[in-house]
């Protein structure tokens, strides 16, 4: 990673948000079990609405089970969001240059791009029906997550 752009990430370290992460007893462990814990609730959500696509669980139509649990999996992808920023930053410029955290940005940018790959599918088939254009993204989705969570994991011992 170029030098400057490693300037702008031992910035954020200094920062008043990095000082405060760093001074507070217990932020850092309840971030860190809160990440956790978001993770547990975002890919329980998504496993439920990609298998649903799969062909699973029947009894409700795919898009009912999507409008339920698509909000749960927004908030806490929200979450993980906030909860990463407070791990993130008091390590900031030796995270970034970790290649497990590197795996794990890139398999989030594909995660997202393939929601969207999903949402088109979904609308591709006929009325009450799921779409078989939609089972290719669905299950590349639960690969994606879980790649995810294992890079994220990793992250601490590289």
């Not at 971030?31 to 814990?37: G, R, T």
């Amino acid at each position: 990673m170029e030098h400057g752009a490693i300037g702008i990430f031992q910035l954020l370290e200094r920062s008043s948000l990095g000082q405060l992460i760093r001074d507070a007893v217990y932020l850092y462990p309840v971030a860190n079990v809160a990440h956790v814990l978001a993770a547990l609730v975002f890919f329980a959500s998504v496993a439920i609405m990609d298998l649903r696509v799969l062909g699973a669980l029947r009894d409700d139509a795919a898009e009912s089970v999507i409008a339920r649990f698509r909000p749960v999996a927004i908030a806490a992808f929200v979450a993980l969001l906030a909860s990463g920023v407070i791990l993130f930053t008091p390590e900031a410029s030796a995270i970034v240059r970790n290649p497990s955290f590197l795996i794990k940005l890139g398999l989030i940018a594909i995660g997202l791009l393939n929601v969207v790959w999903l949402g088109r599918a979904m609308k591709s088939g006929y009325p009450g029906m799921t779409a078989r254009a939609a089972r290719v993204p669905a299950a590349l989705s639960l690969a994606l997550w879980l790649g995810v969570a294992a890079a994220g994991r990793y992250i601490a011992y590289i």
